[in-house]
Structure formats: C-alpha cells, structure tokens
C-alpha cells in the first residue's frame, strides 16, 4: 500500500513537471522581442544631373536669330545643379546654384578643322525662391562659336517668376515672369545690332494646366507667350541693306519677338523607373513673329555663301520653332528647339513670322515647367 502510494506520487510530480515544462516552452516560443526603429529616410538629393539630345531642321535663337535652316541641327544640353539650401520657414526658401553647357552641331556646316560643330555655350547660374511664391535667379552664359563665325559674346540673364501654383494650388496657372538679357561683351548677338553694352527684356506668361490634378494623367498643357522689347540698336545698330538696295535702311522698334504656342509635357514614369530619373516627353507647336526686318537680314549674313538681299516690301520668311527661353534650371534646358523629323513650317501672310512644330524626350532633375 506504501508502495502504491509512493509510486502514485511519482507519477503524479512527473506529469506536473512535464505540463509546467510544455507550457514554459510555449510561452518562449509566443515571446517576440521588441522591434527595431525604422532606418531614418535618406536624405533628398541635393546633386541633380541632366542630359538632352534634341534633333531639328532649324535653329532660332530665344531672340530671334535663325542661325540655320537646313540640314539635320542636333543641340545637346547638358549640366548639374546644386541645390545648397532649403527652408521653407525662412524668407528664402531654396538656393540652388547650376552649371551646364550647350552644344549645337550643324549637318552642312562641313568645316575643315570643326566639322559639324557650330556653337558652344557654358553658363553659370544661381537661383533661389523667396517667400515662397517668388522665384528669381542671374545666369552668366558666354556664346563660343568653334568655326569662328563670331568673336566670344558674354551676357548676363538676371529673372524673376511668380509662381502662382504654389499660392493656389490649382490645376491652372499663370506663371508671369519678366526677364532682361543684357550683352556685356563681344559681338552682337543678333548679328547687327550693338555689339556689347545693350539688352533686351523678355516680358511673359506661361498658362499650364496640370491634368494630373483633375484626372491623374501625368499631362501637361502649356501655352508659353512672350514678347522682347529694347533699345532698337540692340537689333540694328545702323546696319542698311533691308531692301534692293544695299544701302535700303532697315525697320528700326523697340519691340523685338512676339511669341506664343502650344506645348505638350507628359512624364514618364509608368515607363522609365523614377530610381534612373525624372524623363518626360514633350512637344508642341509655336509662332513667332518679329517686328523688324533686321532679323531678316541677320539670317542672310550667317549664311556660308553670299545671299540675295530680301525685298523691302512684306514677306514670308521660312523661320523655324525654338521653344526654349534660357530660363530652366533643373529641365530640359533651354534652347528647346526641334523635333525627330517632323517639324511643320507654314507660310502665314505677315513680315517674318515664324512657326513650328517641336518635339523632345529628355531627362532631368524632377521640376515643374520653367520660363
């Protein structure tokens, strides 16, 4: 009986020892130790880099010039901006500085040393955004012509932009901006006009709708308008030979280009990962229409064989698109001329009116539309 009572008791501990086992092991097991805090967000890119090839039969300069109008005109922009500061609680907000160049290559150049090569631009800039709304900036660019064409011409492109979608939010904006191009040195920049010591002031609006907002489409619409006004010895300084004869003076005004257009934008995320940058498509269709004669006159001087002067009474002149204005820090730079083989010239019945049509994909540093 003693037996069976002490065996009883054995067994009895052994299964509450194996129970308090089980359940000790359980309790391990359902035990998971606290998780770690997130990694912080690595901080935003404050390099941004940015590369266009742009193809066109034609290339007209943001004041005017045509430069060339035949053969294939490939322009490749290229550059980095540094952004150095950024605070939007403070009175100014962002400080960014830029360096970049510009290439243009002309098919039927064919010169013996440079061959296609027909321009080099590097430019300098600084830009920042004040109370929020206001963005404002100065570039220093030099205009470099490998063939010689023209002796070295430094300018400096001070601007200011209100940039109303930051204020409203809204799907539609305005964009005004006023911007001076003033010629420190060198040649003219228009061929005729002064030669150093001059300027012209770029006087705009860019309307944009962001279908984005309203839709979710990644699109676009623009239409970009400006007018150039200045001294008129910024577009002649004197130069004759607008008429039959070559002593025929030219139209003299203070009004240089007026400018307006369509412009398309889509980006393309849902293509290219953003991980290899913001690319975006972009195109669009311009007109341009000069008051002065001088332009004219200007193009036939550029032209590597003499030219027969243009008649003094009204004419269609063949001028191309060059939708670009000097002014895009962190896009697709500048000098956004041309189209892959498609660009539509069309022959309207007013003195040297110009249009086109545009098309670009490009990559650059992700940035809304710039004047």
Same mark, same amino acid.
């Given at each position: 009986?003693?037996?069976?009572r002490v ?8 299964? /509450?020892?194996?129970?308090? /086992?089980f ?22 890119l ?7 090839v ?6 007209? =300069? ?5 430069? @060339? ?6 322009? %490749? ?11 939007p609680?403070?009175? %100014?907000?962002s400080?960014?500085?830029?360096? &970049? ?9 064919n010169?013996?040393?440079? &061959? ?11 830009d920042? @955004? ?8 100065? @570039? ?5 012509s ?5 002796r ?6 001070p ?6 979608g930051?204020?409203?939010g ?17 040649? /003219?920049?228009v061929?005729? +006009? ?7 002031v770029?006087?705009?609006?860019? $309307?944009?709708?962001?279908l *984005? *907002? ?5 699109l =676009?619409?623009a ?5 150039t006004?200045g001294?008129? !010895?910024?577009?002649?300084? &004197?130069? @004759? +030979?607008c &008429? ?6 030219? !139209? ?6 007026? =400018?307006?257009g369509?412009?398309? *934008? ?7 990962? =953003? ?6 498509? *972009? ?5 341009? /229409? ?6 004219? %006159? ?5 032209r ?6 243009? $008649?003094?009474q009204?004419r ?12 895009s820090?962190?896009e697709?730079?500048?000098?956004e ?12 019945? %007013? ?10 994909i ?10």
């Amino acid at each position: 009986m003693t037996f069976k009572r002490v065996a009883a008791a054995c067994v009895g501990a052994a299964l /509450s020892l194996a129970i308090a /086992s089980f359940g000790s092991g359980a309790s391990a097991a359902d035990w998971t130790p606290p998780k770690e805090p997130p990694p912080p967000a690595p901080p935003p890119l404050d390099i941004h880099g940015f590369f266009d090839v742009t193809f066109a039969n034609d290339y007209m =300069t943001p004041r005017g010039l045509l430069v @060339t109008n035949t053969g294939l005109t490939t322009q %490749i922009v290229s550059g980095l901006t540094f952004s150095l500061y950024k605070n939007p609680d403070t009175w %100014i907000n962002s400080f960014s500085v830029t360096v &970049g160049t510009f290439n243009d290559l002309w098919s039927q150049q064919n010169h013996v040393q440079v &061959g296609s090569w027909n321009e080099f631009d590097w430019w300098v800039s600084a830009d920042w @955004t004040i109370a929020k709304y206001w963005k404002t900036g100065v @570039t220093y660019i030099t205009f470099l012509s490998p063939p010689g064409n023209f002796r070295q011409e430094r300018n400096i492109e001070p601007y200011i932009r209100f940039d109303d979608g930051a204020l409203t939010g809204w799907a539609f904006t305005i964009n005004p901006y006023v911007k001076l191009f003033y010629a420190i040195a060198g040649d /003219s920049t228009v061929v005729v +006009g002064n030669q150093g010591d001059t300027y012209d002031v770029e006087i705009g609006i860019v $309307p944009t709708l962001d279908l *984005k *907002k309203i839709t979710g489409v990644p699109l =676009t619409i623009a239409a970009p308008t400006w007018v150039t006004v200045g001294p008129s !010895s910024y577009w002649n300084r &004197g130069v @004759t +030979g607008c &008429g039959l004869a070559t002593t025929t003076p030219c !139209s003299l005004s203070n009004a240089g280009v007026f =400018t307006t257009g369509l412009a398309l *934008k889509e980006t393309l995320d849902w293509l290219v990962p =953003t991980r290899w940058g913001t690319w975006y498509a *972009k195109g669009g269709v311009r007109v341009a /229409s000069s008051t002065t004669t001088s332009s004219t %006159i200007a193009c036939c001087s550029l032209r590597p064989s003499p030219a027969p002067r243009i $008649p003094s009474q009204p004419r269609t002149a063949r001028f191309g698109s060059a939708m670009g204005a000097w002014a895009s820090r962190s896009e697709c730079f500048r000098h956004e001329a041309g189209r892959p083989n498609a660009r539509i010239v069309m022959n309207l019945p %007013i003195r040297d009116r110009m249009s086109g049509f545009s098309f670009t994909i490009c990559r650059g540093a992700n940035a809304p539309w710039a004047i």
